[in-house]
């Protein structure tokens, strides 16, 4: 298990581990409340808001110190629900195979037929916006993927010894699945959890720029779209200063998460060794 | 068939499951009537057909829909058949030209790395086409938008014409909407080349192997011919597969493409309806999105059978 052989997962790992440490530090780090008006507004970078500010006078360091903690909690909560769905589902399709199989995975290509953004930006605009509803909304959007994925690993898991053994000695449907199906395909589900946690923070700031994030919570999409939908100010460079480092925040945990499947690949799963990227 | 089907009910169902209506949306932007009038109301949503059971309004729902009439727009109060229509060729216009430009890089690139997997030119492609894809597509747009139509002027800055042009000859038109398509359908396509390369690169790393290329080194075959005709032909096939999977990804992005640029087409018009809860328009915009990417699936698997004889036997 050595990250070394993959410089690009070690990348992967160290930017993922900043956010990370950022956002659960983020009240100590923050030099002022995201939400008081700190300064004067449009202030360029300087001594005391080292990242200037915003309209009103907001100190931007602080919100893109509690931005990455909002981002974080919302990928890594939108993906749990992902992949725990989706494995139980998957799982339970290939397990018990005929016409349950035939039926779900029917459901999961229709899922998976449906663009993600609109239906999102649909459901996310009825429901309305809080947390709590994105991170929902795109970890139910993505299951069918994960489901795909797990069930085609349990059918070729499925007729191995050690779960034929299993079930000679009585287990059932549940205790297969927990002990001896997860556990197999572990290295499968962290690379899945992975991939989709990039796409999560991706589709979070999507959601948030098109207006429909939390509106009182802290975001980095959310900063973009109060700095676009500015009137009068676009394209100055006031407004860039209050659009860079917003938008390089999600390109880096983006990249963050990318590198680290990329890397985690070839660790994770010997078999692709062969093809995979080095 | 079943995927369409299920896709209008869900289109159906989904805006009525949830908190929030098209009534009050109008009320409360009216201004005066801001105060609760229930007669108001009560008119309103009679008007609308909002207060008869779902099911009625499901059946009327699909009558409609197969007589192509998807409704009135509670906003704009015109027919939503003709915005939709009047929007979808810029939409389709821009996710063609964004894909055509994305797999002509994407497909290049991915060649010239798969075949020369691991060395320098493999693994700094991967790192460049990996960060273009982290790059958020509307961070990258407004990046454009200020380097190229602000800071150089090269290209107009919004919009899909240019408004009250004088000159209605062809050509100028044409090269009017040229323009303004240009800096939209390269960002989309910079942000759908990664997807393609990869795809690429992937396919031609499993046929570097094959034994039909060591036979073909062995007569004696130019690397060119064996890495474009033999190589590449055999990789296409999984990219082709996978192009109709990243259509999904294309009209995702072009929403928020097009929110960036102003560009007139069906994603902004979507972003527009939801700030409105717009329901007639919001579905539409759903619907024709959505069936736009299920006939591409349709157009892609045809094609696979093009190019793969072993699937038409």
Same mark, same amino acid.
């Given at each position: 298990?050595?990250?070394?052989?993959?410089?690009?997962?070690?990348?992967?790992?160290?930017?993922?581990? /900043? *956010?990370? %440490?950022?956002? &659960?530090?983020?009240? =100590?780090?923050?030099?002022?409340?995201?939400? @008081? #008006? !700190? $300064?004067? +507004?449009?202030?360029?970078?300087?001594?005391?808001?080292?990242?200037?500010?915003?309209?009103?006078?907001?100190?931007?360091?602080?919100?893109?110190?509690?931005?990455?903690?909002?981002?974080?909690?919302?990928?890594?909560?939108?993906?749990?629900?992902?992949?725990?769905?989706?494995?139980?589902?998957?799982?339970?399709?290939?397990?018990?195979?005929?016409?349950?199989?035939?039926?779900?995975?029917? /459901? *999961?290509? %229709?899922?998976? &037929?449906?663009?993600? =953004?609109?239906?999102?930006?649909?459901?996310? @605009? #009825? !429901? $309305?916006? +809080?947390?709590?509803?994105?991170?929902?909304?795109?970890?139910?959007?993505?299951?069918?993927?994960?489901?795909?994925?797990?069930?085609?690993?349990?059918?070729?898991?499925?007729?191995?010894?050690?779960?034929?053994?299993?079930?000679?000695?009585?287990?059932?449907?549940?205790?297969?699945?927990?002990?001896?199906?997860?556990?197999?395909?572990?290295?499968?589900?962290?690379?899945?959890?992975?991939?989709?946690?990039?796409?999560?923070?991706?589709?979070?700031?999507?959601?948030?720029?098109?207006?429909?994030?939390?509106? !009182? $919570?802290? +975001?980095?999409?959310?900063?973009?779209?109060?700095?676009?939908?500015?009137?009068?100010?676009?394209?100055?460079?006031?407004?860039?200063?209050?659009?860079?480092?917003?938008?390089?925040?999600?390109?880096?945990?983006?990249?963050?998460?990318?590198?680290?499947?990329?890397?985690?690949?070839?660790?994770?799963?010997?078999?692709?060794?062969?093809?995979?990227?080095? | 068939?079943?995927?369409?089907?299920?896709?209008?009910?869900?289109?159906?169902?989904?805006?009525?499951?949830?908190?929030?209506?098209?009534?009050?949306?109008?009320?409360?932007?009216?201004?005066?009537?801001?105060?609760?009038?229930?007669?108001?109301?009560?008119?309103?949503?009679?008007?609308?057909?909002?207060?008869?059971?779902?099911?009625?309004?499901?059946?009327?729902?699909?009558?409609?829909?197969?007589?192509?009439?998807?409704?009135?727009?509670?906003?704009?109060?015109?027919?939503?058949?003709?915005?939709?229509?009047?929007?979808?060729?810029?939409?389709?216009?821009?996710?063609?030209?964004?894909?055509?430009?994305?797999?002509?890089?994407?497909?290049?690139?991915?060649?010239?790395?798969?075949?020369?997997?691991?060395?320098?030119?493999?693994?700094?492609?991967?790192?460049?086409?990996?960060?273009?894809?982290?790059?958020?597509?509307?961070?990258?747009?407004?990046?454009?938008?200020?380097?190229?139509?602000?800071?150089?002027?090269?290209?107009?800055?919004?919009?899909?014409?240019?408004?009250?042009?004088?000159?209605?000859?062809?050509?100028?038109?044409?090269?009017?909407?040229?323009?303004?398509?240009?800096?939209?359908?390269?960002?989309?396509?910079?942000?759908?080349?990664?997807?393609?390369?990869?795809?690429?690169?992937?396919?031609?790393?499993?046929?570097?192997?094959?034994?039909?290329?060591?036979?073909?080194?062995?007569?004696?075959?130019?690397?060119?011919?064996?890495?474009?005709?033999?190589?590449?032909?055999?990789?296409?096939?999984?990219?082709?597969?996978?192009?109709?999977?990243?259509?999904?990804?294309?009209?995702?992005?072009?929403?928020?493409?097009?929110?960036?640029?102003?560009?007139?087409?069906?994603?902004?018009?979507?972003?527009?309806?939801?700030?409105?809860?717009?329901?007639?328009?919001?579905?539409?915009?759903?619907?024709?999105?959505?069936?736009?990417?299920?006939?591409?699936?349709?157009?892609?698997?045809?094609?696979?059978?093009?190019?793969?004889?072993?699937?038409?036997?």
């Amino acid at each position: 298990m050595s990250m070394r052989r993959s410089p690009l997962g070690v990348i992967g790992a160290v930017l993922i581990g /900043v *956010v990370a %440490v950022v956002a &659960a530090l983020a009240p =100590l780090l923050a030099p002022y409340d995201p939400h @008081a #008006l !700190a $300064g004067d +507004s449009l202030q360029p970078p300087s001594s005391r808001h080292l990242l200037g500010t915003n309209n009103l006078g907001q100190d931007l360091l602080s919100q893109i110190i509690w931005g990455a903690r909002s981002s974080l909690v919302v990928a890594v909560a939108a993906a749990t629900v992902a992949v725990v769905l989706g494995t139980a589902v998957g799982a339970t399709a290939g397990m018990l195979g005929g016409v349950v199989d035939a039926a779900v995975m029917r /459901v *999961v290509d %229709v899922a998976l &037929a449906v663009p993600r =953004l609109p239906l999102l930006v649909l459901v996310a @605009a #009825l !429901a $309305g916006a +809080s947390r709590t509803s994105v991170t929902l909304v795109i970890g139910l959007l993505t299951w069918p993927v994960v489901a795909r994925l797990v069930r085609s690993q349990t059918l070729s898991l499925r007729g191995r010894g050690f779960i034929h053994a299993a079930r000679g000695f009585g287990g059932g449907l549940p205790y297969i699945v927990r002990r001896h199906l997860v556990p197999a395909l572990g290295p499968v589900l962290v690379a899945t959890f992975v991939a989709i946690s990039a796409n999560a923070v991706l589709l979070e700031a999507s959601l948030a720029f098109l207006g429909l994030g939390d509106p !009182a $919570g802290m +975001s980095w999409g959310l900063i973009l779209n109060r700095a676009l939908l500015h009137p009068g100010l676009y394209f100055t460079s006031a407004w860039l200063w209050w659009v860079l480092p917003a938008g390089f925040a999600i390109t880096l945990s983006v990249l963050g998460f990318t590198f680290l499947g990329v890397g985690l690949e070839p660790v994770l799963n010997p078999r692709w060794r062969r093809v995979g990227p080095s | 068939m079943v995927t369409v089907f299920a896709l209008v009910t869900l289109n159906f169902l989904l805006p009525r499951a949830m908190p929030g209506d098209p009534v009050s949306a109008l009320v409360d932007a009216g201004g005066p009537a801001r105060v609760q009038d229930d007669a108001l109301r009560a008119e309103l949503a009679e008007y609308y057909g909002l207060d008869r059971p779902l099911a009625v309004q499901y059946g009327q729902y699909l009558g409609d829909l197969v007589r192509g009439e998807l409704g009135t727009s509670i906003r704009y109060n015109v027919p939503v058949a003709s915005l939709v229509l009047a929007r979808l060729p810029w939409t389709l216009l821009l996710i063609s030209a964004g894909m055509a430009i994305a797999v002509l890089i994407g497909w290049i690139g991915g060649v010239h790395s798969g075949w020369r997997r691991g060395r320098g030119v493999d693994r700094g492609l991967l790192v460049f086409f990996l960060t273009l894809k982290a790059f958020p597509v509307f961070f990258v747009g407004s990046l454009a938008l200020v380097v190229f139509a602000v800071k150089l002027g090269w290209f107009p800055l919004a919009g899909t014409r240019t408004p009250f042009a004088e000159d209605e000859a062809l050509l100028s038109t044409i090269a009017d909407v040229l323009h303004h398509l240009a800096l939209p359908a390269l960002v989309l396509a910079l942000d759908f080349a990664a997807s393609q390369y990869l795809v690429m690169r992937a396919g031609m790393v499993s046929e570097l192997g094959a034994d039909y290329l060591v036979l073909g080194r062995a007569k004696g075959l130019r690397e060119r011919q064996l890495k474009f005709r033999y190589a590449a032909r055999n990789a296409l096939l999984p990219a082709v597969t996978l192009l109709a999977l990243h259509m999904g990804f294309a009209v995702t992005h072009s929403i928020l493409v097009e929110t960036v640029f102003a560009y007139q087409g069906l994603g902004r018009l979507l972003f527009e309806a939801v700030a409105f809860r717009d329901y007639p328009t919001l579905q539409a915009c759903f619907l024709v999105l959505t069936l736009v990417v299920v006939s591409a699936n349709f157009l892609a698997d045809a094609l696979y059978r093009r190019l793969d004889p072993r699937v038409a036997a």
